[in-house]
């Protein structure tokens, strides 16, 4: 979760002040918040498109091979692992608010995805009193999720180095959608299954606890560092204003 959104702000920031040099005169027309917005928005087109000359795949749909899944409820635990995922959506978010505020070095920036969603394949130990191997499809959605970050970053006066001091992620979610099949072979304890799914998710979100992060991390972290590479800031503004060519 940090990291993304780290890096999403990195780009729009760093975007923000390509921009600066590139176009002295429109950017003082425009806000600095403005045109960090925008970086935001040129961002979608390369998680769209991938940016093929400079190796980076596409991220929206995003696809995953195979991954080892781990959780525990409390109530129900699952530990086995995904194969065939695919998250679709990273793109699909709305800038409610992008603020830089350069006197301060701090940016704020509230962003909206009105579904981020996986579809996979998973083969697990499911547990809820007894452990037993289930495998099948699933759908798993977070709807309305709402992340707000504050940022505080350094600007090297000269060296025009970008460094990020402290970051601030508050998540909220509107709505959990669980369709995990196969939990169980019967369907009724199979939806309750996937309720019990769906409040923790809820909860955990909502309360803003490390499990998020955690969870967030470990799906977007390699994803994210697909994407940034050892690529300096300067390469990532030129293939985000080029939109990825
Ligand atoms: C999954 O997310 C994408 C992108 O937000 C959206 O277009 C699609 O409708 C979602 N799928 C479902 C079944 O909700
Ligand atoms: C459900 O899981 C069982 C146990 O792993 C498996 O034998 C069965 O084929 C699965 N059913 C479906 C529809 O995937
Ligand atoms: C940034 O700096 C301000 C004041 O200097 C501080 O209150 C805040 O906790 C810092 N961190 C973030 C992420 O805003």
Redesign the pocket.
């Known amino acids: 979760m940090k990291s993304l959104l780290l890096i999403a702000l990195i780009l729009a920031l760093g975007s923000c002040h390509g921009a600066e040099f590139a176009e002295p005169m429109s950017a003082q027309d425009r806000s600095l918040s403005s045109v960090a917005a925008d970086g935001l928005e040129s961002l979608k087109v390369v998680l769209r498109n991938g940016a093929p000359n400079h190796g980076i795949p596409v991220l929206a749909p995003a696809k995953l091979a195979k991954k080892s899944v781990k959780f525990s409820t409390g109530e129900l635990s699952f530990d086995g692992e995904v194969e065939d995922l695919i998250l679709e959506g990273l793109d699909a978010y709305e800038v409610l608010i992008m603020n830089v505020d350069v006197f301060r070095s ?1 940016v704020t920036s509230t962003l909206k995805w009105s579904s981020l969603n996986v579809t996979t394949q998973y083969k697990a130990d499911v547990g809820s009193g007894y452990r037993v191997q289930r495998e099948g499809g699933a759908f798993f959605a977070l709807e309305d999720l709402v992340i707000e970050a ?3 970053y350094s600007l090297g006066v000269i060296s025009k180095k970008l460094g990020v001091k ?3 992620v508050y998540p909220s979610v509107g709505n959990v959608n669980s369709q995990i099949e196969n939990l169980s072979k019967y369907r009724i304890l199979n939806r309750k299954m996937n309720e019990v799914i769906e409040e923790f998710v809820t909860l955990t979100i909502n309360d803003n606890t490390d499990f998020v992060a955690d969870w967030v991390n470990e799906f977007a972290t390699p994803i994210c560092n697909e994407m940034i590479g050892d690529r300096t800031l300067s390469d990532i503004i030129g293939i985000i204003t080029g939109g990825g060519n």
């Open positions: 701090r504050r940022i505080n402290d970051v601030l």
